[in-house]
């Protein structure tokens, strides 16, 4: 659909208040219009906008700036990203390679992969703004730059798609009309923090990064996360002294397994406080801080009680200092600099609240509240993609990030591919033979699942007398319930749930992840297993939403009716035929009650004359004049581990036919016996 | 499982149950009420039933007590009778209450007579409350004997009359005992109901074990006896004593003992079936009537509550029943198919019976016991072909001949060839690099040979290339040509089959055949003579030039065949000399067999390609085949039971004369008759030892019904192989006369061992706490299903204990 350019000069700020009291005549909309709009051409807008292009749909992308990745052209400020850019693994596959590969969209051009634009493992922020430049331009992306959305409200309309359109205003004044919003403007309103004082602090938005201004400085740091390190490493060199402060001790992503925390590369300091070179961590809430600025222009730590105590008009010497009772107060020394280093908001301001999109609880009130399909609680059609639907998995799994929240994105679209095209969730039917190697193959490669650990699982849907099966891969896990309405697929007959997960009791702040024996390699304690590893759940039926709002603590899914872990690999190999295999094919033959080996052709001819029903492998393949043959080779191996008999070798005299004369008698007892065996 | 009819039984049980308890007012249904004297005093002016505990205080051992009376309340209330504790603390004491030693004592009421005081140590659990309280209750309904000559009376007085159930249980108060007062208050007196607790009467009755160690029930059937000399008639219940098995057996016991039908067996349904036993149709016709009605009815007896019995009169129903039957058995389990018996006396028929008792089919697989899971090791490899291939993992393949494509250079390689050959595969599957090696070999074959270009893509590394080329298992082979759409190999993963496909895609398909000596040329052979030893048919279509119709069909059966089977055409001006030749009409087919150096010829008349297919590949098949691991598929899709000779070697030529003959003069045309050469087949040795246990002399006729209840039969071995004993010993076969050496199993492919059960793992190490957050999934069926008895609470306890005893 062509959006309706010839009205746009007629439209003024006037006639756009008119068209949303007044509702416009059915079908006729005085605004351009769009089935799909995106906000924000950053990572996840524009991997929704290469989705959506793909499959054809009608889309637009309005960003604020000129170019794609606006964010990254500032921040982070000291222009190193800590996603990892792995060019090297030592293998070809691609799906897997991006397991490894933190900073790349999902495209069909391999060209569009980020190891052609940087050799650094941890890049330079100019070669993501770079690569999402290059991305919306090969991908011939619809995208209307320098178009800040200022407004978004509601327009009901019983003929919308979801009962109601989105009207979208720009800082002209432009109104747009959508029937589905992605919301992917990322967090980018910087967290301030009000304490009296508070207007001595510098942002990290905007202190210098030149490390020469810090020379012989005392600097104190507000805040411990990524930022409030990258900042302290940055000037490390130069200051007196660095103290950081927070409320929460420190979370190593190490230990964690969240990339969102402390990362090693910029954890400098950490190293330098504990090997006693003047720099510190401190822990206090912020709260209970203020600042005075004493005479010389240096930065004193106080309490609020006692700023509250002293007179408005007072100089900063008068107003008391917890050093003045408690002599040997650790913040007692003067600073030259406070920095704040506390992270990003979602910009919840252009909102309408007929949208009710309101912020989390807790620590997620940074991100808006969003259900497991990325779809606004209150608002049918409003999405939020990208960083912002981080409240999902925060601190858990990767949907904060560019490696992560590639697939959540993909997800969604196929949730809307169904929903609103009638197009069901890609789902390819396997026969049952091929069970245990297709899940082999998707732990093995598949990315979405490595990334998205615990937040997208692979769903394989039974037939009817398993006969075959159904393989949805990366579907959103805390949505098991609704998945036949959200996919258009039926899961009547029995369904597995492919995850990738750590041990439960693994990951921490206060977890130590290098303990001796941490690795398990014995089959039988794989539930164990502590570091990454496939888990495969069996359900007779979807479970209910009262069954998944009633999980366990820690466990992903309610209680399922048979569980098998495949064992922590140090190679993240899973295709050992012992190890790894055969338990899991013991496991899906024991929940389909099934013989799910394969057999050489001759072992099926000898079921086929012998007995009256066949294993799969001989139903599927031999009956089909499919039959394996082995050669000579492989008959021998098969002969000396047992598995297979030598049929040459059975002796072809009768034991009992040797003494007299054996025929009538041999015939008379088999008659005999048979009868008996037939009772 | 349960059969539905049996629920819907079971339904009606409840319904009974409930109507009992409707009629009592509905407050505090279940629970035990706790009364003050006052209300106490007003409840027994209502005339109600009801037991009444006074409580004076309470000891430790009163609260136990008092936790059974409280689970006796439901159940009781259900029969209409109150459970109340009344409290004689607060209140000024009534005559109940009153003395230290009446303390332990309970009163059962009706109105406000007394009927019964119990001391409470005889109601020691929730059982014995229950037992003796309706045991009371049911005074003059159920006669409680303790000698043989109580019994003999009771007989006496019922003769004509009404049946008896005598029941033995080992002491009163116990869950049987229960179990046996709860039937009989809903049964009441349809039946004469005598209990006793002396073993010794049994002996008297003549009950065959004097040990019992746990209860009986004995039914006599004394209704039906008019002469007081003559005894009543007994039947045993062989069950535990449960209320279900009880009901169950009482309703046994109600059907008619012999029923007479004209219908088809395969669609009645009786009582017998509904309740998961066998039924019986004894054959008769109007000639033996009356001695065929007497047999039936001592079967009936001797099979009276394990199986029903029925007289299927033949003559007046139009039944296809196989001649020679006598005896039909249908099993309770719908849609199995009823078995024809020849059965020669009574006892056969019980002994079919007693020993056909329906296996449970247990849909979960079987459960292991902790000590057993040990003793197996799941570690062991049991799939033949991975194991193999793990065997061998250390040779080096020579792939020097075999082109590996990547995602990269896949494209260029295919198109830039004119033919090719790509296998898809993955390196840590099994079944695909098992096929590896045959595929190197046939390279290795093919050397120099052929100008196809051998390639591999190792989906493990290459997974888009292979999803882009819908590979959706492991392995896949493609042959591509220049121009021409892939061709999938659907052949045996194995050397010559494989050689045989590309050597006949080596030639178009069908190949259009020019003049009229080229015909001839093609028909002997001569034109493909290389690849007249791929294909021992070649087929020949001829039309003449006006039938383009025809001719596409044929160019498109011979497309869909092209690999298997060499097919051309003639469509010139002159096909007319080829249709007078071999005096077919044209349309046509030739059929030149090259082995036998004989050519037939088909017509074919408005066939479509897939008739074409069809007409080509029945015409492929032999009359009388060598059956071998590769064919056997083809063959067994015919659906026909197989009459195999074994032989140790080639064919004998006598053999031979007399199978073909009977083949030709289509005595077997129900059959396919067919040889399997043990030398060629040696597998047939470990067929051979499946149905005789042993090897058996060769050679030997065997008749293979798989398709129709898996039966084998064997050829006598005292009789020599002619035509006459063969078609003499089918009819006998046919006829049921013969007993099948063996029957195969019909029993589906389960796992081979368990797996790690990680989940009751976990139930053991992770804190009881959190597993109790853990909604349970029903393990039997979806919870979208709605269970009809859910929405009555009430008698969900009653229920449960239903089911256990049904499941």
């Not at chain 1, 051009?109 to 770079?130: E, G, I, N, T």
């Not at chain 1, 809307?416 to 009638?422: C, S």
């Not at chain 2, 009421?109 to 140590?121: A, S, V």
Request: with cysteine; charged share 20%.
């Amino acid at each position: 659909m062509a959006p309706h350019k010839g009205s746009q000069g007629l439209l003024l700020t006037l006639t756009l208040h008119s068209a949303l009291t007044l509702s416009p005549v059915p079908g006729a909309s005085l605004f351009p219009q769009w089935d799909y709009c995106i906000l924000g051409a950053g990572p996840a807008g524009l991997q929704m906008a290469y989705l959506l292009r793909q499959a054809g749909r009608d889309y637009v992308v309005f960003e604020r700036a000129g170019a794609p990745g606006s964010f990254f052209t500032r921040y982070p400020r000291h222009r190193k990203l800590i996603s990892i850019n792995k060019r090297y693994t030592g293998k070809v596959n691609s799906e897997f390679n991006l397991r490894h590969d933190w900073n790349s969209l999902l495209s069909h051009d391999q060209r569009l992969l980020f190891r052609h634009y940087s050799k650094a493992y941890f890049p330079h922020a100019d070669d993501m703004v770079r690569y999402l430049g290059d991305f919306a331009d090969r991908l011939r992306l619809q995208v209307h730059y320098n178009t800040a959305i200022v407004h978004v409200t509601l327009s009901k309309n019983r003929r919308a798609w979801n009962g109601h359109f989105f009207i979208l205003t720009d800082q002209r004044g432009q109104g747009y009309q959508c029937s589905v919003l992605f919301v992917a403007t990322g967090v980018s309103v910087p967290n301030e923090i009000d304490f009296p004082g508070s207007e001595h602090v510098e942002g990290y938005e905007s202190v210098s990064v030149d490390p020469e201004d810090f020379v012989g400085q005392n600097v104190l740091i507000l805040g411990r996360g990524n930022s409030a390190f990258e900042t302290a490493e940055n000037i490390l060199g130069y200051t007196n002294f660095i103290h950081m402060v927070g409320r929460s001790r420190i979370r190593l992503s190490w230990a964690t397994h969240y990339v969102g925390d402390l990362r090693a590369i910029n954890n400098g300091l950490l190293d330098t406080y504990q090997l006693k070179s003047l720099d510190g961590l401190l822990e206090t809430d912020l709260k209970d801080l203020a600042i005075v600025k004493d005479s010389k222009g240096r930065l004193r730590i106080t309490l609020p009680v006692f700023m509250a105590k002293a007179n408005k008009n007072a100089t900063a010497e008068a107003v008391s200092l917890p050093q003045d009772e408690v002599d040997n107060f650790a913040m007692r020394v003067p600073y030259d600099r406070v920095i704040r280093c506390l992270g990003f908001t979602f910009n919840f301001s252009i909102f309408s609240s007929t949208l009710g999109l309101a912020p989390g609880k807790g620590q997620k009130k940074k991100y808006p509240l969003i259900k497991a399909s990325y779809e606004s609680k209150r608002t049918r059609g409003l999405f939020v993609l990208g960083t912002a639907s981080h409240s999902v998995d925060y601190r858990k799994s990767a949907g904060g990030f560019i490696h992560g929240f590639r697939y959540t994105a993909r997800a969604v679209h196929r949730l809307l591919e169904h929903r609103h095209h009638g197009i069901p969730w890609p789902s390819p039917v396997y026969p049952i033979t091929q069970l245990t190697n297709t899940i082999i193959r998707r732990v093995n490669e598949a990315s979405g699942l490595y990334q998205m650990f615990s937040v997208l699982a692979d769903i394989i849907l039974l037939k009817e007398k398993a006969t075959g099966f159904e393989y949805l891969e990366e579907y959103p896990i805390k949505m098991l319930a609704e998945l036949e309405t959200l996919t258009g697929r039926e899961a009547q007959q029995g369904l597995f749930v492919v995850t990738m997960e750590y041990g439960k009791n693994f990951s921490g702040p206060d977890k130590d992840v290098f303990y001796y024996d941490r690795a398990v390699g014995d089959v039988e304690d794989a539930w164990q297993s502590n570091f990454l590893h496939p888990v495969i759940y069996y359900y007779h039926c979807l479970p209910t939403e009262k069954e998944m709002a009633s999980r366990a603590p820690g466990w992903p899914l309610p209680r399922p009716v048979a569980i098998h872990h495949i064992v922590e690999d140090f190679l993240t190999d899973w295709t050992a035929p012992v190890a790894h295999i055969l338990p899991l094919r013991r496991f899906l033959e024991n929940c389909l009650n099934n013989d799910l080996r394969s057999f050489y052709a001759e072992s099926c001819f000898l079921f086929a004359l012998t007995r009256q029903k066949l294993p799969p492998f001989c139903q599927h393949g031999y009956m089909n004049m499919q039959g394996l043959v082995g050669n000579e080779r492989l008959r021998r191996h098969g002969i000396e581990s047992g598995l297979m008999e030598d049929y040459t070798a059975i002796n072809e005299q009768p034991v009992d036919q040797k003494q007299g004369d054996p025929r009538i008698p041999v015939h008379l007892t088999q008659h005999a016996t048979s009868i008996k065996e037939e009772l | 499982m349960m059969s539905s009819g049996l629920n819907i039984w079971m339904y009606s049980i409840f319904f009974v149950l409930l109507c009992v308890c409707y009629k009592s007012p509905a407050r505090n249904r279940d629970t035990l009420m706790e009364l003050s004297l006052q209300e106490y005093f007003s409840i027994l002016q209502t005339g109600k039933t009801s037991l009444v505990y006074f409580s004076q205080d309470v000891s430790a051992d009163i609260t136990v007590f008092l936790e059974e009376l409280k689970k006796a309340a439901g159940p009781l209330h259900n029969y209409g009778i109150s459970v109340a504790k009344v409290n004689c603390a607060e209140e000024e004491a009534s005559k109940y209450c009153g003395k230290e030693n009446d303390l332990t004592k309970a009163y059962l009421f009706r109105g406000n007579i007394l009927l019964r005081e119990f001391p409470t140590d005889t109601l020691f659990d929730v059982n014995a409350i229950i037992a003796n309280v309706l045991f009371a209750l049911l005074f003059n309904e159920i006669k409680y004997i303790t000698s043989l000559e109580d019994f003999e009376n009771i007989e006496n007085a019922m003769k004509g009359k009404t049946n008896i159930a005598l029941i033995y249980v080992r002491a009163i108060g116990t869950p049987e005992h229960r179990a046996v007062m709860e039937t009989a208050f809903v049964y009441g007196t349809a039946y004469q109901f005598v209990l006793t607790t002396e073993t010794a009467l049994l002996e008297g009755i003549g009950a065959e074990n004097s040990d019992i160690i746990s209860g009986r029930l004995f039914f006599f059937h004394c209704k039906l006896v008019l002469d007081l000399a003559q005894k009543c008639q007994k039947t045993v219940l062989e069950q535990p004593l449960t209320i279900l098995n009880i009901h169950r057996f009482l309703k046994l016991m109600d059907a008619p003992l012999l029923t007479e039908i004209t219908e088809d067996p395969e669609k009645v349904s009786t009582v017998h079936l509904q309740l998961g036993l066998p039924l019986i149709f004894i054959l008769s016709q109007q000639a033996t009537y009356e001695a065929d009605k007497k047999t039936a009815e001592i079967v009936a007896w001797r099979l009276l509550g394990k199986a029903g019995v029925t007289l299927l009169l033949k003559d007046s129903s139009d039944l296809n029943i196989p001649a020679h039957t006598n005896v039909i058995f249908k099993r309770a389990e719908e849609g199995v198919p009823v078995d024809f018996l020849v059965l020669h006396d009574v006892n056969s028929i019980i002994s079919r019976v007693e020993n056909n008792i329906p296996i449970q089919n247990n849909e979960l697989a079987k459960d292991y016991e902790e000590g057993e899971m040990e003793t197996l090791n799941l570690g062991i490899q049991d799939d033949q072909v991975v194991e193999t291939v793990y065997r061998d993992r250390k040779r080096n393949l020579p792939l020097e001949l075999i082109v590996e494509l990547t995602e990269e250079t896949f494209n260029s390689i295919i198109m830039n060839t004119s033919s090719s050959i790509i296998l898809f595969y993955a390196n840590w599957e099994a079944v695909s690099l098992a096929f590896l090696q045959s595929y190197v070999d046939v390279a290795i074959k093919l050397k120099g040979v052929s100008n196809i270009l051998f390639t591999r893509v190792n989906c493990g590394d290459w997974s888009n290339v292979c999803t882009k080329q819908n590979v959706t298992e492991y392995p896949v082979i493609k042959i591509f040509k220049e121009g021409e759409k892939p061709v999938i190999y659907t052949g045996m993963l194995e050397t010559e089959y494989l050689l045989k496909f590309i050597r006949l895609n080596g030639i178009s398909c069908p190949v259009k055949i020019v003049t009229i000596e080229e015909a001839e040329e093609y028909l002997n052979g001569e034109l493909y003579k290389e690849l007249t030893s791929y294909s021992s048919v070649s087929i020949l279509g001829i039309f003449s030039s006006n039938m383009t119709k025809e001719k596409e069909n044929f160019i498109e059966a011979g497309n869909s065949l092209k690999g298997y089977v060499i097919t051309g055409f003639y469509d010139e001006e002159d096909a007319l000399i080829l249709s007078k030749k071999y005096a077919v009409t044209l349309p046509a087919l030739l059929l030149a067999r090259h082995k036998e150096g004989k050519i037939d010829s088909i017509l074919l008349p408005n066939s479509d390609a897939k008739d074409i297919v069809q007409i080509i590949k029945s015409a492929l098949l032999e009359i009388f085949p060598e059956i071998t691991v590769e064919n056997l598929p083809i063959y067994l899709g015919l659906k026909k039971p197989l009459l195999i000779l074994f032989r140790d070697g080639n064919l004998n030529y006598k053999d031979e004369i007399e199978m073909l003959h009977l083949v030709k003069q289509k005595h077997l045309e129900t059959l396919i008759p067919c040889w399997l050469n043990l030398k060629t087949t040696p597998v047939g040795r470990g067929i051979l030892k499946a149905y005789f246990k042993h090897l058996p002399p060769l050679p030997l006729l065997v008749l293979v019904d798989l398709h129709l209840r898996g039966q084998v039969s064997a050829f006598p071995l005292d009789q020599t192989i002619n035509e006459k004993n063969i078609l003499l010993w089918l009819h006998r076969v046919e006829a049921g006369l013969e007993s099948p050496i063996t029957t195969l199993s019909d029993e589906e492919w389960k796992p081979p061992l368990p797996a790690y059960n990680f989940l009751s793992r976990m139930d053991a190490t992770v804190p009881y706490t959190e597993i109790a957050q853990f909604p349970t999934q029903n393990m039997l069926r979806c919870a979208r299903t709605t269970d009809p008895q859910q929405h009555d609470k009430g008698h969900s306890e009653d229920k449960s204990a239903f089911r256990k005893e049904a499941t």
